[in-house]
């Protein structure tokens, strides 16, 4: 099953602009976490929140969560074209937890 | 080591043919999860293992997959019999502990490509 849904598929913005993708689940969660991927390259971990908190920052990164609403989002501030990949949210899923399940992504182009 | 390695990058079988794919998860990592990503798009969940044990095998088309994490070797993904279906990318994630506290690290996939 697929838990997250992300918004939108995909945005191409300039470089120096900010990127906002969400992210939206049906379940309650535990944690959420948000993965970029590079073109042929495997996931790599951004941001880790948990359901207790409502806001998280990492560098240029910002992402909200949001229980009531089930939704999250991904705020990429002074983009650069190094940032130009897709961006993956994902949730638990199982009895204990067993499985991060991914949602689509939205795959982000940053212009120079 | 300090990155998930998958063997190998690319695979070409025939249909009906059998494919092995491995994973060596980073050293100290108790959990292994293998993926299935098909056109750039989602990843599908195949299988979890903590150490040697299966954790969670709901994803697993269980007729052809099977998977294995034995001690001092390689986690390894065979598919008997592939199908045109089976062509994707296959990634091998490690964690050191489970997804409720530790993020998930990605190996750079196997193309499987089934002809």
């Known amino acids: 099953s697929q838990q997250g849904e992300e918004d939108p598929q995909a945005l191409s913005i300039q470089e120096g602009e900010n990127a906002t993708m969400n992210c939206s689940y049906k379940?309650?969660?535990?944690?959420l976490q948000w993965y970029r991927q590079n073109s042929g390259r495997g996931l790599v971990h951004l941001i880790l929140i948990r359901s207790n908190e409502r806001e998280k920052h990492s560098g240029r990164l910002r992402v909200t969560l949001d229980t009531s609403k089930k939704s999250s989002s991904l705020l990429i501030t002074a983009s650069r074209a190094a940032d130009t990949a897709s961006y993956f949210c994902?949730?638990?899923?199982?009895?204990?937890?067993?499985?991060?399940?991914f949602g689509a992504g939205t795959i982000l182009r940053v212009k120079s | 080591g300090e990155e998930v390695a998958q063997t190998p990058k690319h695979l070409v079988r025939g249909e009906g043919q059998k494919a092995k794919l491995y994973c060596a998860p980073i050293?100290?990592?108790?959990?292994v999860f293998w993926y299935q990503q098909v056109l750039k798009n989602e990843f599908k969940f195949l299988i979890s293992?903590?150490?040697?044990?299966?954790?969670?095998e709901t994803g697993m088309p269980k007729e052809r997959f099977s998977a294995k994490c034995l001690p001092n070797s390689p986690c390894s993904l065979e598919i008997q019999a592939t199908k045109l279906e089976d062509s994707a990318v296959y990634f091998c994630?490690?964690?050191?502990?489970?997804?409720?506290?530790?993020?998930?690290?990605f190996g750079n996939g196997t193309r499987l490509t089934v002809t």
């Open positions: 994630a490690s964690s050191f502990a489970s997804a409720y506290n530790s993020p998930l690290h």
């Open positions: 293992f903590q150490n040697e044990n299966v954790f969670d």
């Open positions: 994902a949730t638990l899923e199982g009895e204990y937890g067993n499985k991060l399940v």
């Open positions: 050293k100290g990592h108790s959990y």
């Open positions: 379940t309650s969660i535990n944690n």
